[in-house]
């Protein structure tokens, strides 16, 4: 029905740049905020920033300054450009979208996730 697709993570030295990427595909009407988290091992998931449909934007105080969220609308694509990476910015990155269905028989609004992408950073 609708499915999000990560990209873009891996491996990179501290100080270094990755730029993730999410692509919602299916059978979606509009897209509303979408967001990125992530979840180090042994902790919880956490909001690392979010962007409405209209482009406001939000941010984890750890990453301010550092992270940039942005998104194409026309693509149904959010990015993650992520600077200056730390050895704790190491986690699996997820993002999530509240997506307006364009079914026929179901038009309702819905919450959902991509199966993550890793970003490991070393010291």
């Known amino acids: 029905q609708v499915q999000l697709a990560e990209s873009g993570g891996g491996l990179v030295q501290a100080g270094g740049s990755l730029r993730l990427s999410c692509v919602a595909s299916g059978s979606i009407s509009s897209i509303n905020a979408m967001r990125w988290y992530r979840q180090a091992p042994g902790k919880q998931r956490e909001l690392v920033a979010g962007i409405t449909s209209g482009g406001s934007t939000n941010y984890a105080d750890s990453v301010k300054g550092r992270f940039t969220i942005s998104r194409d609308n026309a693509k149904n694509t959010v990015y993650l450009q992520m600077n200056s990476l730390r050895a704790e910015d190491t986690a699996v990155y997820y993002c999530?979208?509240?997506?307006?269905?364009?079914?026929?028989?179901?038009?309702?609004?819905?919450?959902?996730w991509g199966q993550g992408t890793q970003v490991t950073v070393s010291s």
């Open positions: 999530n979208a509240d997506i307006k269905l364009a079914s026929s028989w179901n038009r309702g609004e819905y919450r959902y």
